[in-house]
C-alpha cells in the first residue's frame, strides 16, 4: 500500500479518510510547511494543498508571485532531497470586489499565479498539479467549500467536497503509475461522425453546430489535443475509402485526412487492421486505444488482440462518452515534452523514409542517401523530460530494462555520465531517441528507439561513448522484447566474460573498428 504525507495549512484529514481504502495517510502539522519542504519524507507521494492565505491575505497582489518563488525554492530542496512524487494543489479563490472590474483583474492576477505553479512541472521532477481551481468551478464553490469551518476550524471543505477532492488525488496518482498510450486508432460511422457515409451521404453525416453534430465536432477537437501532446491518431473505418476521402474533402471537420498517421479503410476484420498499422509504426500493441461504436467490433477486436485497449462511443449519448474517454488516465500526460509534439510529424517522415528504402539497391546506400547526424550531450537536464520517457518506454532496443523516475535519472546527472542522442536526416527531425548511462566506466543502460533501428546508429554512439568516457564494462540483462539485442555488445567490442542461468551476460570492453563514419557526429549545446 503507497503513502501518501498530506502537507497543508488547512485541515485535511476528511479528503485523507476518503484514500484511506486504497492508501496510507499521514499529515504534517499545519505550521510545518518549510521544515517539511526542507527536510526528508518517507513516503512514495506528497500531497501539498494550500489555502489562498498562503500566498496572500484577502486581495491577491504581487507579493504572491514571490510566495510562489519561494515555494519553487523549497520544492527544490525537497526534491534533491526525496524521491516522493508531489501532488501540489493549485489556488482557488472568490474574490469579494465592489465592481466587475476588480474582479476581472483579482481573477487574471490569479490565473497568472497559477500558470506559474503549472511551470514548476517543466523545473521540478516528478510534480502534478491537483487542479483545485478547476475543480471548483465544476461543482460550485457552495458545494467544494464550507466557508464558516474555513475560519472556524482551519477545515474548508465539505463532506462532498473532500470526497471529489480525493478522487482528484487519486486521478493524479494515477497519471503517474499508468503507461500512457501511444497510438489512438479510432473508428469513422457513429464515432467521428453521426451516421454512416456509404448511406446517409456527405452531406447527410453530423459533424456541425447543431445537435448531435457538435458532439462529434467537440469529440474531433479533442482528438486533436491528443495529437498535440504526442499521441498518434489512425483510422480504421469499414467504407470505400472513395466515400471516406471524400468527406474529408468536401466537408469542413476539425480533423483532416493529414491528421491519421496511417489510415485501413476496407471491409478487413478490424483486428488484422490494427496488428497491420502496430507492424507498420514498430510499436506493441499493448500501446494501442481503439474506439468504436460498435460491439461486435469492439468485442472482435478484443478477442483477436487482448492487449489492445478498447472503449466504446457510444452514439446515443455522445457527450458522455466523451467526458468517459477523455477522463481516461491512460491518454492523460503529466508533462508533454517538444519530443512529444512532434510525434505525428515524426512518423510521417519515418514513412517517406520506407518509401526510399523501397526504391534504394541496398541497405547501405539507402543510409547514405538520408545523409544522417548524430547530436549528442552530456548531463543535459533541459532534456529530463524526454530522457525519462525514453528510459521508461523502450522496451526492445534496451540492454537492461531499468527504469529511473526522473529524480533519479537528475541524481544519475550528478553521480554518473547520462548521455542523451538526437538523430536528425535529410527528411527530418526524429528528435532525442537514445540514452546511454555511464557509471565509473560501466555502461548502466543502453537504449536506442524502435524507429531508428538498423541504420548503424548504435555504432556512432557507441564510437561516442568510447571517446568520451573510460569505457570498462557492460552488461545484458534479458527481458521478454529486448531479445533482438541479445549479441549486440559482441558486435561493438566487448567479449562476454560471464553468464548466468538466467542469460544476464556481463562484458569488459575490448575494442572496436569505427561505425559508420559517414554518419555525422555533432556535440550539442547545452
Known sequence: MSTIH?????????????????????????????????????AEYLVLLLDPRFFYDFHIDEGALERARMLEGLLQTFRSKNRAKILLGNVDDDFLTPDTASRTRSFGKLMELNAYLESFKEKISDIEIVDLFGLAHRMGRERLYNEKNRYLFQSPFTLEGAKELARLIDGAIERFEVKRKKVIVVDGDNTLWGGIVGEDGIDGVACDENYPGIAYKRFQQFLLTLKASGLVLALVSKNNEADVVELFQKRRMPLRLEDFVTTRINWNPKSQNIAEIAEELNLGLESFLFIDDNLFEIGEVRKALPMVDTRRFDPDDPLSSIEVIASDPSLQAILVTEEDRRKSEQYASERARGEILKSAPDLESFIKSLHIRIIWWRNNRSQLGRITQLINKTNQFNLTTRRYTQAEVEALMETAEVFSFKVEDDLGDMGIVGVVIVKAGHIDTFLLSCRVLGRGIEDRIMDIVVRETDLKSAEYIPSSKNMQVEDLYEKLGFEVEDRNDEGVKRYRYVGKTPGREYITIQRGES
Open 6 to 42: 498530506f502537507l497543508s495549512n488547512m485541515i485535511v484529514q476528511p479528503v485523507g479518510q476518503h484514500l484511506g481504502k486504497f492508501y496510507r495517510c499521514t499529515y504534517a502539522d499545519l505550521d510545518a510547511i518549510v521544515p517539511t519542504l526542507s527536510g526528508r519524507v518517507d
